[in-house]
């Protein structure tokens, strides 16, 4: 005990010692560049695809394969789907929360074929070295297709689609689709866009 000293004159290392770190304080390590999880997606799904189209009869070789080929497969995909899209005539129609159970049957999420269109889309450019013409993913009946999916199941499961409207700049109406790579000549004209009328 020293007198002359009060708690305060000579408190140069009376702080409170920190904290000891904790020991997982280091992040996790960076995955190296093996495959990113949409890459091995990719991949899985355009084998998906090239055995459905060899499992096909007849047979249909990738280059005969058209945008009505790739909706049946999409439809083929539904058996597979675990999302209840209820029908018309079910009590449940329109209600994205229902009571209770019905039969009605599962389906592909819209979400799930659409990313799964942009991937074998993007698969089958890099198979055939960047044709877009010829990509059968990127037909116009399936880009319609999807989006008759789109709405149709928004009104089966009462849940709307478009929720991201942003009002702050005004953008011109796009396609739901951005485009991959933009080209200089786009080969089909865009005749008249049903959603796009606002500035007229
Ligand atoms: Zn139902």
């Known amino acids: 005990m020293e007198p002359g000293e009060g708690p305060s004159s000579s408190s140069a290392a009376g702080d409170p010692p920190p904290p000891p770190p904790p020991p997982q304080a280091q992040p996790p390590p960076q995955q190296p560049a093996v495959l990113s999880r949409y890459e091995s ?18 047979p249909l070789a990738l280059e005969r394969c058209s945008g009505a080929h790739v909706i049946e497969f999409l439809k083929y995909l539904d058996q597979f789907g675990k999302t209840k899209v209820h029908i018309s005539g079910c009590t449940f129609f329109g209600q994205s929360n229902p009571p209770s159970s019905c039969a009605c049957p599962l389906r592909q999420a819209w979400g799930s074929l659409d990313a799964l269109i942009g991937r074998l889309r993007a698969a089958h ?9 010829s990509n059968p993913l990127a037909a116009r009946a399936v880009r319609i297709y999807l989006r008759e999916v789109r709405d149709a199941q928004a009104e089966a499961r009462g849940i709307p689609y478009q929720k991201k409207k942003k009002k702050k700049k005004r953008k011109p109406p796009s396609s739901s689709f951005p485009p ?21």
């Open 125 to 133: 450019e890099e198979e055939s070295g960047g044709n877009q013409e």
């Open 180 to 200: 991959a790579t933009p080209t200089s000549s786009a080969p089909d004209k865009l005749s008249s866009d049903p959603s796009g009328g606002g500035s007229s």
């Open 41 to 58: 997606q990719k991949r899985r799904d355009w084998k998906t695809f090239l055995q459905y189209l060899k499992n096909h009869r007849p």
